[in-house]
């Protein structure tokens, strides 16, 4: 009972480092639509299918960099914007604990794909959307000759992850928090 105390604790106190750290340095929202803009671009040039895919989505959610940190306990924190249209309808941040083996500091870009109205909707009319418990989202890798599997789009809710390098394998979004912020 202690442990599980102390672990809860230093899953907050993580958080809590996460959150005033990016608080007392967010970025405004002209500079996370420049970094959105940066993220879709490279996001269209590198992935082959993305473009109509992006055409295609209801909504898109982006986080031009999510940074983890951790040292047996982690955490994540990234500020983003979610596209309607092509035009920013809102600021939202993403925030999750982890507990486990993990050592390091790690940025990268997620980008979520509501593909339906409905899935749109629904992530609208929640304050504070948890990925797995509010909504379902898949994690699309790439098929053979780096595209886009198309056997995937058929999804309501679709996520990226992507490094420096391009597409990242074997990632979950599970237990990531995200909110709506003011910009």
Known sequence: MKLKFALGLVAALLIGVFSTANIARAASGADIDADV?????????????????????????????VVK??????????????????????YYNTISASV???????ARSVIILFMTDGALNSF????????????SVTVVTLGVGGS????????????FI?????????LTLEGSKISRINR
């Open 124 to 135: 609208r009319r929640k304050n504070g959307w948890k990925v797995g418990v509010d909504g």
């Open 69 to 90: 940190a951790g040292m047996g306990f982690g955490g994540e924190y990234g500020e983003g914007a979610l596209l309607i249209g092509g035009r920013t309808a809102g």
């Open 148 to 159: 886009i599997d198309s056997n995937q789009i058929r999804r309501p809710v679709l996520a």
């Open 37 to 65: 803009e940066a993220t879709l671009a490279r996001f269209s040039n590198n992935i082959g299918g993305a473009e109509g895919l992006l055409r295609r989505a209801a909504g898109v959610l982006v986080f031009p960099s």
């Open 100 to 106: 486990g083996f993990q050592l390091g500091v790690q």
């Open 162 to 170: 992507l490094d420096q390098k391009g597409l990242m394998y074997n």
